[in-house]
């Protein structure tokens, strides 16, 4: 059993770290008050520009290709989700519409621009981020086999991102303002708080965060744009819910999605695994996530005000 446990980790980790990411973004979202489901259409368009920016700058900047497309990913990702911001903060709209809205643009504009720039509609990077053992740690008996060995940067980035973001969350005049702009947006502007930028701030956020995520899937998982997040910005909207809108509840969630999903994906490798019929072990995320919302429905205390337009005139 430890046998199956070690050869399954890595890759539950490196599933679930572009989850944790993209669901980190959504909590930003929400907290602020605006319901972001485009966390799909925002990673598609993260995997675009970061699988584009790579392709084109691996060949002359090897050493440095790999962050600039992750860089590049966090900032389309927020540049595209002032969209969303610009729809539900500034006119108003029905952010579930909106979200929606932003997923179906996302994944119609990207396929058009890589079939236009590559011929078909998938963009293929050579390189991807390679994983590394970490010092002295990944000696340590069992648990540096299960977290330092065969690791990537980008776990321990997404990683130091998580304590930043409870830090700022709960410990800063920021995080204050942006949780009382989602539980109390009318109090919060009566104290002199600018609820319109405090929610642009938050998707934005939203949208680089699910930006990163996409291009970390590019970078340690496909290797390869195809104009589908696979359903993962669900999965991390799923895991937002199931971890109760906080970020130390959307770590275990993600953890437990991700390694739902990588049991399904690596089951055949595993002669243990093989003997299960491959359609339930297909479905089995699913099902699991499904199972998790259900249980978690009645305890769920999503932010008051999330998912309500703002209008400073009204009360």
Known sequence: MLEIIVKIF?????????????????????????????LEGLMV??????????????GAYPGISIWLGLLAAVVCGALFALLHA???????????ISGIAINMVAGALTVYLARNMTGSGNIHII???????IPVL????????LFFTGTYATTWV???????SAFILYKTRFGLRLRACGEHPHAADS????????????????????????????????????GSAAGMG????????????????????????????????????IPQLAQVPAIFLKTFPYIVTLIALVLSSKSSQAPRAAGQPYDKGKR
């Open 10 to 38: 890595p890759y539950a980790i490196a599933f679930t770290i572009p989850l944790l990411i993209t669901s980190l973004g959504g909590l930003f979202s929400e907290r602020s008050g605006v319901v972001n489901i485009g």
């Open 45 to 58: 368009i993260g995997m675009f520009s970061g699988a584009l920016v790579i392709a084109r700058t691996e």
């Open 86 to 96: 610009f729809a539900c903060v500034s006119l108003n709209a029905d952010q579930v």
């Open 127 to 133: 390189n991807g981020l390679k994983r590394l053992n």
């Open 138 to 145: 990944s000696e340590m008996p069992i648990l540096g086999k």
């Open 158 to 164: 997404v990683l130091a991102i998580l304590g930043l």
């Open 191 to 226: 104290a002199g708080v600018n609820v319109y930028l405090v929610r642009y701030i938050a998707v934005a956020v939203s949208g680089a965060c699910a930006g990163l995520g996409g291009a970390i899937v590019i970078v340690t998982l496909s290797g390869e744009f195809n």
């Open 234 to 269: 669900f999965l991390a909207l799923a895991a937002l819910i199931f971890g109760q809108w906080k970020p130390h509840g959307i770590l275990g969630a993600t953890f437990f999605f991700g390694l739902a999903s990588t049991i399904a994906n690596v089951s055949q490798a």
